[in-house]
C-alpha cells in the first residue's frame, strides 16, 4: 500500500505518472478486498469504480467542483482517496458509513442513499451557482445504468437540459447492473450503445479522406457533418439523450484512466450539460465477485478474502421464509403474481421468478411505477404482491393512496427491512412504514411475529380482494416460533389468560401490545414486570391497522397499556391505539415504546435498539415506576 497511503487529498493525485495511477487502482483493489472481507460492506460496485473515480479527482477539484454520487454505495474509493483509509469500523459504530457522510468530509455533498436522486441535486446545485455568478464551477453527477431506471432521474435529465449554459457532467456507469443485471427499455438502449462501436473512428476517418478529395470533398464533407445526427442515430443511438439536449461522449473504457481523464475534460470544458457514459466491471479484481451472477458482490457480509465464502452461516431469514411462502401460493393460485423494483434478490423473489417467470415483473428502481402497474394488475383481475424494502415504499406513497387504496384494489405489499436495519444509516431504517400508512382509508396491515406468522399472514393477506394490504417484517435471521396461550378477538394472546372474564373483573396490571417481531423483547418484559410483583397481559394483534375491536375492551381489564413497536413513535401503532381507546372512551395511562422521530446512525441492529431505550429492561424501568405512582395515588386517596 506504499502508494495508497501517501494519497491524504485528491490534490496527491496529481504528482503520480499513469504507471503509478494504475498501481494505485492495484493497491485500492486490494486493500478493499482485504478490508470489506473484515467488515462486510458493498464490495462489487467499489471495485468496478477504481479507475472512474480516479479519473474524476485528478480532473474536478472537490470540494469546490462538487462531486455527488447517486446511491453512494460505489463510494469507499472516493473516501480513500479523500484521506479516509480507516476502513477497520466500517459500518459499524463509532466508524464510517457505508454511505457519503457529511459529517465525515467536506467532499460528502449527499448523502441520501436512495437512488435515482443524484440528477436532481445536480440540477438545483448547478441552477445555485449560476444564480450566484460563480464561474468555472461545474457540477459533476455520478449515476448508474440502474438508477436511469428511476423516473426521477428522467424529470431531472428534463430540467438538466433545459440549462444550455449550466455546466452538469452526468457521469453514468454503466455496469449493466444495479443490484442484479438491469432491466428495462433504458438498459436495452445502454446496451446498444455498449456494443456498437467506431462511429466516432467512422466519422472522423470520412472527414479526413473527403477533405482530401478534390472538388467535391469540401460539399461531401459538410453534408456528412450534417447528417451526424441521422448517422449517429443507425450507428450508435446515443441520439436520445443529444435529442434532449445533451451533449453525449462515450462509451469510454471506465478502467482506462487515460481515456476517462480525457472524456471528463472535454466534458468539463463543453461548458453546458454532458453525459460521459462509461463502461466498467461490477466486481473488477476478484474472481470471487465476477464468478457471482447474482450480484457481482454488490454487498456481502464477513467473507473469507481468498474465496469470498461466508466466514459463517447464519439461520433462516425472514426474506427467504416470504420466498418459499410465495412459490407455494404461486403454484395455488394462477392469479398471484410478483413485482419487484429492482431487487428479485434481495427481495426474496428470485425463487418465484425461476418458477413462474411470466408472472414476475422487475420494474427496476421505479417504486412508484410498481404501485401503479401493480393497481393495473388487479383492476384486470389478477392479485399482486410487490416486494420492497420498507424505506423504500415511501416513494410510493401517492400511489398507494390514490391509485390502490382509493380504487379498493387488492394489491398485497411486502416490506423487506421494517424497523431498525442499523448498519446501512439513517436511510434504511424502516422506521416509516406503519407511520405513513395509519392514514390510508381501508388498508390492513400485518406484523408478523415469527416465520410461521409470516407463512399465514401472508395467506390472508392476498384473500382480501377489496383493499390493499401490508405485510412487513424485520431484517436477519428470523427467531424461533412464538406460541401464543390462546385468543382475543384477532390477537394472540402471548402471556397471561385469555379466558373470558366476569364484566369488571381486573384481569393483570399491565396490557402489552407486542407488534412484529419485538415478540420476544414484549415477553422479557412482562417476565422483569411479574418479578417486580406487578402482573400482565401480552397480546401480539397480528393485524395491527385497523386496531382490533377487540382491544379497548381488553385494555379496560388492565390499569396501564403498553405498546412496543420497532416503528416511530410519531402516528405509528402505539398512536393508533391511543385514539381507538379514546373513541371507545376507555381512560387509562398508555406509554408507547418506539423509534424516536430522529435520524439514526449506522451500528448494528442491537446497539441502536439500546441508545434508543428499546430494550426489555429500559422500558420495564418506566412502567414500573408508572404503576408505583399509580399506586401511591391510590393509598393517598
Not at 449493466?176 to 443485471?181: A, L, Q
Not at 473512428?201 to 460539399?219: E, I, M
Not at 392479485?383 to 420498507?390: D, K, L, Q
Not at 416509516?432 to 400508512?437: A, E, G, N, Q, T
Amino acid at each position: 500500500m506504499a502508494l495508497l497511503t501517501r494519497i491524504r487529498g485528491p490534490r496527491d493525485l496529481d504528482r503520480l505518472t499513469p504507471g503509478q495511477l494504475a498501481d494505485l487502482a492495484q493497491e485500492i483493489r486490494d486493500f478493499l478486498i482485504e478490508e470489506v472481507a473484515k467488515t462486510g460492506g458493498h464490495l462489487g460496485p467499489n471495485l468496478g469504480v477504481v479507475e472512474l473515480t480516479i479519473a474524476l479527482h485528478r480532473v474536478f477539484d472537490s470540494p469546490r467542483e462538487r462531486i455527488l454520487f447517486d446511491t453512494g454505495h460505489q463510494s469507499y474509493v472516493h473516501k480513500l482517496l479523500t484521506g479516509r483509509q480507516d476502513f477497520t469500523r466500517l459500518k459499524m459504530k463509532g466508524g464510517l458509513s457505508g454511505y457519503p457522510s457529511r459529517a465525515e468530509s467536506e467532499h460528502d455533498v449527499i448523502e441520501n442513499s436512495h437512488a435515482s436522486t443524484v440528477l436532481g441535486y445536480a440540477d438545483g446545485i448547478a441552477k445555485a451557482t449560476q444564480l450566484q455568478g460563480l464561474k468555472d464551477c461545474p457540477v459533476v453527477a455520478v449515476t448508474g445504468d440502474g438508477a436511469l431506471t428511476g423516473g426521477m432521474a428522467w424529470e431531472a435529465l428534463n430540467n438538466i437540459a433545459d440549462g444550455r449554459d449550466r455546466p452538469v457532467i452526468i457521469v453514468v456507469n454503466d455496469n449493466e447492473r444495479s443490484y442484479s443485471p438491469t432491466i428495462g427499455g433504458l438498459a436495452n438502449h445502454l446496451t446498444t450503445l455498449r456494443t456498437t462501436q467506431g462511429y466516432e473512428r467512422f466519422l472522423t476517418w470520412g472527414k479526413d479522406a473527403l477533405q482530401r478529395t478534390p472538388v467535391v470533398g469540401q460539399p461531401l464533407a459538410g453534408a456528412l457533418h450534417g447528417a451526424k445526427k441521422g448517422l449517429k442515430d443507425f450507428i450508435a443511438p446515443q441520439g436520445m439523450f443529444e435529442d434532449l439536449g445533451l451533449k453525449y461522449l462515450g462509451p469510454i473504457d471506465g478502467h482506462d484512466i487515460t481515456a476517462l481523464e480525457s472524456a471528463l475534460r472535454r466534458a468539463r470544458g463543453f461548458g453546458g450539460p454532458v453525459i460521459v457514459h462509461c463502461i466498467t466491471e461490477k466486481g473488477r479484481g476478484y474472481q470471487a465477485a465476477l464468478q457471482n451472477e447474482e450480484d457481482r458482490f454488490h454487498a456481502v457480509g464477513v467473507i473469507h478474502p481468498d474465496t469470498g465464502l461466508p466466514v459463517k452461516t447464519s439461520g433462516k431469514d425472514w426474506t427467504s421464509v416470504f420466498g418459499e411462502e410465495m412459490v407455494e401460493l404461486g403454484r395455488e393460485r394462477k392469479d398471484i403474481v410478483a413485482i419487484t423494483a429492482a431487487m428479485l434478490h434481495p427481495v426474496g423473489l428470485a425463487p418465484f421468478a425461476k418458477a413462474f417467470p411470466k408472472r414476475t415483473f422487475d420494474v427496476g428502481i421505479a417504486e412508484q411505477h410498481a404501485a401503479v402497474s401493480a393497481a393495473g394488475l388487479a383492476t384486470a383481475g389478477l392479485h399482486p404482491v410487490v416486494a420492497v424494502y420498507a424505506t423504500f415504499l415511501n416513494r410510493a406513497f401517492d400511489q398507494v393512496l390514490m391509485d390502490v387504496a382509493l380504487h379498493k384494489l387488492g394489491v398485497t405489499f411486502v416490506l423487506d427491512r421494517a424497523g431498525v436495519t442499523g448498519t446501512d444509516g439513517a436511510s434504511h431504517n424502516g422506521m416509516w412504514d406503519m407511520s405513513i400508512l395509519q392514514v390510508v382509508p381501508g388498508l390492513r396491515l400485518a406484523a408478523p411475529r415469527d416465520a410461521d406468522q409470516l407463512r399465514a399472514q401472508l395467506r390472508e393477506a392476498v384473500e382480501v380482494t377489496d383493499a390493499p394490504t401490508v405485510v412487513r417484517y424485520s431484517k436477519g435471521s428470523v427467531g424461533p416460533a412464538v406460541a401464543s396461550v390462546g385468543r382475543i378477538g384477532g390477537m394472540d394472546v402471548l402471556h397471561g389468560s385469555a379466558d373470558q372474564l366476569p364484566e369488571g373483573e381486573h384481569r393483570a396490571d399491565v396490557l402489552i401490545v407486542s407488534v412484529g417481531a419485538l415478540a420476544p423483547l414484549c415477553l422479557d418484559l412482562a417476565a422483569l414486570l411479574d418479578a417486580q410483583g406487578i402482573s400482565s397481559t401480552v397480546v401480539d394483534p397480528r393485524w395491527v391497522k385497523p386496531v382490533d375491536a377487540a382491544l379497548p375492551g381488553l385494555a379496560a381489564e388492565h390499569r396501564v397499556v403498553v405498546t412496543v413497536e420497532d416503528n416511530g413513535r410519531a402516528g405509528g401503532v402505539g398512536s393508533a391505539v391511543a385514539q381507538a381507546l379514546r373513541d371507545a372512551e376507555v381512560d387509562l395511562p398508555l406509554r408507547d415504546f418506539g423509534i424516536p422521530q430522529e435520524f439514526l446512525d449506522h451500528a448494528k441492529r442491537e446497539e441502536i435498539l439500546a441508545e434508543i431505550g428499546l430494550t426489555a429492561p429500559d422500558i420495564a424501568r418506566q412502567v414500573t415506576a408508572l404503576v408505583s405512582r399509580l399506586e401511591s395515588v391510590t393509598v393517598r386517596a
